[in-house]
């Protein structure tokens, strides 16, 4: 096999309680990505469709991710690599962890899978951080593993998965404008109020057991962030009435899907999902902001093979 086509999944990081550690993957919106073995060595960013992105592969974060890879590996051959871009980068869905993601994967199975799936993510943080300027792998994670994962630690990477429940959907509403993650981490307080620390680790403890139990209630109870999104909101127009109306529609819960301005929530059942959707739609359409609205289940497999 010389070439190979990939898709490569948009994902939602932190999940209100867990920020950095926690994230789930989304199956109705990602990226395509063409990547192919080439005479020529090195890594070659040949096409990118849809956005102005760099092409010098030390400079694009799928290259810098697969020249990570490629870097490890003693080969005679080199790659090509086409991006058809879906997302939009600064969207908040995991634009960049799809891009450093999609590269790795496609390498390693035109290698014949030398590298296990900790391993890519290892590599695919180093195109992460071209992005965001810091490794951070909670949406790698996602997009690698499918469902939703724990970044337990990052030194050394350790990713626990977690059961999705069978019944589970988000909606995302994502405002096309762009907030840099580089620009929505630096805002955020360098030290956090214990009780507030206390609150938060108490969510997120009780949000991991209820994705075990499929406890939809505790999901509910537990989709609180108190020390990242009072900062992070003040970016997202019309946050809080977002909030407010999916909520009033049912969702279990709703927060700022990884840096913003991408919203997302967590419904229980599809019916429940597409009201909130119209809620979102409700909010915003007033607004004079364009956006697009993402119902999706959550994507049990992650980045795969499609052609
Ligand atoms: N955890 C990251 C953040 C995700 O919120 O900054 C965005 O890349």
Same mark, same amino acid.
């Given at each position: ?17 867990? &920020?950095?550690?926690?994230? &789930? ?13 080439? %005479? ?10 849809? &956005? ?21 590996? %003693? ?165 809080? %009435? ?48 364009? &956006? ?16």
């Amino acid at each position: 096999m010389n070439e190979i086509k990939i898709f490569s999944p948009a994902t939602v990081a932190n999940v209100a309680c867990g &920020f950095d550690v926690l994230g &789930f993957c989304l199956d109705s919106v990602g990226d395509e990505m063409v990547i192919r073995k080439t %005479d020529k060595k090195g890594i070659h960013i040949t096409k990118i469709e849809n &956005f102005n992105l760099p092409f010098e592969a030390e400079l694009n974060v799928a290259g810098v991710s697969a020249l990570a890879m490629y870097n490890a590996i %003693d080969v005679d051959f080199g790659f090509e690599i086409e991006i058809y871009k879906n997302i939009k980068p600064g969207s908040g869905i995991g634009s960049s962890a799809a891009s450093a993601v999609g590269s790795v994967f496609g390498m390693n199975e035109l290698l014949g899978k030398p590298f296990n799936k900790t391993q890519l993510t290892e590599f695919a943080i180093k195109g992460e951080a071209l992005a965001s300027k810091c490794e951070h792998a909670d949406n790698l994670a996602p997009a690698l593993f499918g469902g939703f994962t724990l970044v337990k630690s990052i030194s050394p990477l350790q990713i626990l998965e977690i059961p999705s429940p069978n019944d589970l959907y988000a909606t995302i509403i994502h405002p096309q404008i762009e907030i840099k993650t580089s620009e929505s981490r630096a805002i955020l307080p360098k030290v956090v109020a214990l009780s507030k620390a206390i609150e938060q680790w108490a969510n997120l403890g009780s949000l991991v057991h209820a994705l075990h139990t499929s406890n939809y209630e505790l999901i509910s109870n537990s989709l609180n962030d108190v020390i990242v999104e009072p900062y992070r909101s003040q970016l997202i127009p019309y946050f809080n %009435d977002v909030k407010k109306a999916v909520l009033k529609a049912g969702a279990l819960g709703c927060g700022i899907s990884g840096s913003g301005p991408s919203i997302f929530s967590l419904n229980k059942g599809l019916e429940t999902a597409n009201k909130v959707k119209d809620a979102m739609q409700n909010v915003y359409s007033k607004t004079g902001i364009t &956006f697009d609205i993402h119902v999706s289940k959550i994507n049990t497999q992650g980045v795969k093979i499609i052609d």
